[in-house]
Nanobody, 119 residues
Framework: EVQLVESGGGLVQAGGSLRLSCAFS????????IGWFRQAPGEEREGLSC????????LYHNSVKGRFTISIDNAKNTVYLQMNSLKPDDTAVYYC????????????WGQGTQVIVSS
């Protein structure tokens, strides 16, 4: 059974930081990447970043490049998203999934973790 469990969300002031975690299990060895998406109220889900568990290669959406950093601890089966210089526009539910923004086979999603950035 595939499981993706996000944690680390919360309320933070603008300019602050949060680190999200995505604990994953049950994914087969042919998974190319694990990624982070977010969805703000009334908006479509937006792809942010992804990382390869094999070689650590990363990809970032322009909206978070330079502020967010994705990393992976393969020993713990956990992907992290370090978010710095947070803005009110970053307020959303953050999800992890089995792939990168633009992939067509994102079959597995976590339940999401809420991030609220106050001004």
């Amino acid at each position: 059974e595939v499981q993706l469990v996000e944690s680390g969300g919360g309320l933070v002031q603008a300019g602050g930081s949060l680190r999200l975690s995505c604990a994953f299990s049950g994914l087969t060895s042919d998974v190319d990447a694990i990624g982070w998406f977010r969805q703000a109220p009334g908006e479509e889900r937006e792809g942010l970043s992804c990382i390869s568990p094999i070689n650590g290669a990363t990809l970032y959406h322009n909206s978070v490049k330079g502020r967010f950093t994705i990393s992976i601890d393969n020993a713990k089966n956990t992907v992290y998203l370090q978010m710095n210089s947070l803005k009110p526009d970053d307020t959303a539910v953050y999800y992890c999934t089995n792939g990168c923004p633009g992939d067509s086979d994102l079959d597995y999603w976590g339940q999401g973790t809420q991030v609220i950035v106050s001004s």
